[in-house]
């Protein structure tokens, strides 16, 4: 066999372990949550309590909103209400995650009051149930779905090699603005470039035209601000030619990803890629 034929052969073989292992991991969350589905226990306790008339019980273990909700649907329809919280139980062994995902999208969007009265009874006692395992399955699912992406994203990339030691914040910044990139996070990944960008101009100017730039800007440059007072001072800052030109391709997408809507992944990683490129200009010897 070659040595093509070997590297190709070698390479489907990590490609598929790796695929095994997520899956292994998977399983793994879907067999743990099926056996301890934590809100099981609890929903068949309560419909036992409804049928006996003993709701007064869980006044002491539930916080007061929730019981008070429970309570109002206790005593609108007391059969049903038993009923219904009889096949939570079922449902929550049977479709646990499915249902902590749920809760978690729930907590990352806007809830019309409205609209709750529409909502699977389940969802009562979601907030009680938050503490213990069931945003730790929802949590533990979302990130074994970003793990393949993430992976794909990453080998996008390269190091930035920079010669001059960049500021913390700076370091910061840009491992923000990575992370965002790898988890799905493209507006962020856009807006926490143009920060990097900003504080790394900052720390590379000379200090009489810092000092003046934040004087002239109160003190709030914005990247754009930076760019154009370097614009009118390249040759006294030292900076790369080129740079200016990457550095606007950043400020324009970050602009787009704060003031006119979404954006997509490819559009992320171009303005990623930009900023790194630009950051090895600025911080070049």
């Given amino acids: 066999m070659n040595r093509a034929a070997t590297g190709a052969g070698i390479e489907r073989a990590g490609i598929e372990s790796v695929g095994i292992e997520i899956d292994r991991l998977r399983e793994l969350l879907l067999t743990m949550a099926d056996a301890s589905a934590p809100g099981r226990e609890f929903s068949l306790a309560i419909a036992e309590l409804a049928r006996?008339?003993?709701?007064?019980?869980?006044?002491?273990?539930?916080?007061?909103?929730?019981?008070?909700?429970?309570?109002?649907?206790?005593?609108?329809?007391?059969?049903?209400?038993?009923?219904?919280?009889?096949?939570?139980?079922?449902?929550?062994?049977?479709?646990?995650?499915?249902?902590?995902?749920?809760?978690?999208?729930?907590?990352?969007?806007?809830?019309?009051?409205?609209?709750?009265?529409?909502?699977?009874?389940?969802?009562?006692?979601?907030?009680?149930?938050?503490?213990?395992?069931?945003?730790?399955a929802a949590m533990a699912s979302e990130m074994i779905d970003l793990i393949e992406p993430a992976v794909a994203r990453a080998?996008?990339?390269?190091?930035?090699?920079?010669?001059?030691?960049?500021?913390?914040?700076?370091?910061?910044?840009?491992?923000?603005?990575?992370?965002?990139?790898?988890?799905?996070?493209?507006?962020?990944?856009?807006?926490?470039?143009?920060?990097?960008?900003?504080?790394?101009?900052?720390?590379?100017l000379p200090e009489p035209l810092r000092r003046q730039i934040q004087t002239r800007y109160r003190n709030a440059p914005t990247l754009g601000n930076l760019l154009h007072e370097m614009n009118n001072n390249l040759r006294a800052t030292g900076?790369?030619?080129?740079?200016?030109?990457?550095?606007?391709q950043v400020n324009d997408l970050g602009k787009r990803a704060v003031h006119q809507g979404l954006i997509a992944e490819d559009e992320a990683r171009a303005c990623l890629q930009h900023a790194r490129e630009a950051l090895e200009m600025l911080l070049a010897q």
């Fill in 239 to 248: 900076i790369d030619a080129g740079f200016p030109r990457l550095a606007n």
């Fill in 52 to 136: 006996a008339g003993r709701m007064e019980q869980l006044r002491a273990v539930l916080p007061a909103v929730v019981y008070e909700e429970l309570w109002q649907r206790y005593q609108a329809a007391p059969e049903r209400f038993a009923e219904e919280w009889e096949q939570i139980g079922h449902e929550m062994q049977k479709g646990f995650v499915e249902h902590a995902r749920q809760r978690l999208t729930s907590l990352t969007r806007m809830q019309q009051a409205g609209a709750r009265g529409e909502a699977p009874a389940w969802q009562a006692i979601q907030v009680a149930l938050d503490g213990g395992d069931l945003l730790r």
């Fill in 155 to 204: 080998q996008h990339l390269r190091e930035c090699v920079v010669e001059q030691a960049a500021s913390e914040d700076a370091d910061r910044y840009l491992d923000e603005a990575t992370r965002c990139y790898f988890l799905g996070l493209f507006t962020a990944c856009a807006v926490m470039c143009r920060s990097v960008l900003e504080e790394a101009i900052r720390q590379r």
